[in-house]
């Protein structure tokens, strides 16, 4: 037989035997080694340093720490997330301990489950950006993911979609930032609107996006007692979980095409099975985060999506993820 018959030959058979193929799941992100490409959201049920030790224990690749400002916050009104049939809407209002908390509990983790701990920022204003980039370099943290403007803080605007003022942010932060850090981005609809953000970011040393951010400003209401589900803003909030994942596959295969590969992008949004995360490592996804399945599930999730992810490609012949990272066919 042939090489390339008797490599198809084993494919085949590979295949056949579905998950005793070898499945390498492992990814690098910004530089950092990870064990599997499937981790946690910054924002759901990490916020207390008992909520993060959960995850560092669950089988979540790296532990993403909740989105942090300067100073503490309580966050917006209760109720301030609902689960919905097929997702959530949350207009949490960035409820935090600060950063000087995530400083010491990044340390804490680090040295007790050794796997990377990625950290994310939210300053309320440019300058807050600015002292906490600073303060993170000297931190156990391994990435930085910037998130300049969550869809829920009430008065705040979603920076993501102000062009000029991310250029601003970015140019003020990658002054001072020494860790590796990418960019969580709002939801992107328009065509002209992916051109002009990646043109932006190209501008800065940004190792990757992350997309995406819960979809803002959706109201959910209960038919029977005629009232939002949630509190905040007469019920608006940000859509997460399946609602989410066409709008999240669109973005990652965009950028993935604006910036060729050079700029990572890390798909979250609506992943609840191994299927949902192998779509968007097709559409070009390096990694993927769960959020709103995290919530609903339990850790157990990140373990099932794994195995669910790593069967999907063992029935295709896949063995690792360059396998088929990016390369979504043509119609
Ligand atoms: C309760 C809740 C809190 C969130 N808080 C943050 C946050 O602090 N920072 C952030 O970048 N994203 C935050 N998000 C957005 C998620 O990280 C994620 O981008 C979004 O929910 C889509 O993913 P999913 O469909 O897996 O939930 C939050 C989402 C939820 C549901």
Do not use: W
Request: one cysteine or more; a positive charge.
């Amino acid at each position: 037989m042939c090489n390339s018959l008797a490599h198809a030959e084993d494919s085949k058979n590979d295949a056949k035997n579905g998950s005793k193929m070898k499945i390498d799941l492992s990814t690098k992100i910004a530089g950092v080694k990870l064990e599997t490409c499937v981790f946690n959201a910054s924002g759901p049920a990490d916020v207390t340093l008992e909520e993060l030790e959960v995850i560092g224990k669950s089988k979540s690749s790296a532990v993403t720490m909740k989105s942090c400002t300067l100073e503490p916050r309580v966050g917006n009104p209760e109720p301030r997330y609902a689960d919905l049939e097929y997702g959530s809407i949350n207009s949490m209002g960035l409820p935090n301990l600060g950063y000087k908390a995530y400083i010491k509990f990044a340390r804490v983790l680090k040295k007790k489950f050794k796997k990377p701990v990625i950290a994310s920022i939210s300053g309320m204003t440019l300058e807050d950006n600015v002292i906490m980039f600073k303060a993170f370099n000297n931190s156990a943290v391994d990435i930085i993911e910037f998130n300049p403007g969550s869809p829920n803080t009430i008065g705040k605007p979603i920076i993501g979609y102000d062009f000029e003022e991310m250029d601003r942010l970015l140019d003020a932060v990658s002054k001072v930032c020494k860790k590796p850090f990418g960019v969580k981005l709002p939801a992107y609809f328009d065509l002209v609107h992916f051109e002009q953000i990646a043109g932006v970011i190209k501008k800065y040393p940004v190792k990757f996006v992350t997309c995406i951010n819960s979809i803002g400003n959706g109201l959910a209401i209960n038919p029977y007692t005629e009232k939002p589900l949630i509190k905040p803003k007469g019920g608006l909030g940000g859509i997460g979980g399946g609602y989410t994942k066409y709008t999240t596959l669109a973005n990652v295969r965009r950028f993935y095409e604006l910036f060729e590969d050079k700029i990572q992008v890390i798909g979250v949004g609506g992943v609840y099975t191994g299927i949902d995360a192998f779509e968007l490592i097709l559409a070009g996804a390096s990694a993927v985060q769960i959020g709103t399945a995290y919530l609903q599930k339990g850790p157990y999730i990140f373990e099932q999506v794994q195995n669910e992810l790593g069967d999907f490609m063992a029935n295709k012949g896949y063995k690792k993820l360059s396998d088929f990272r990016g390369q979504l066919k043509p119609l």
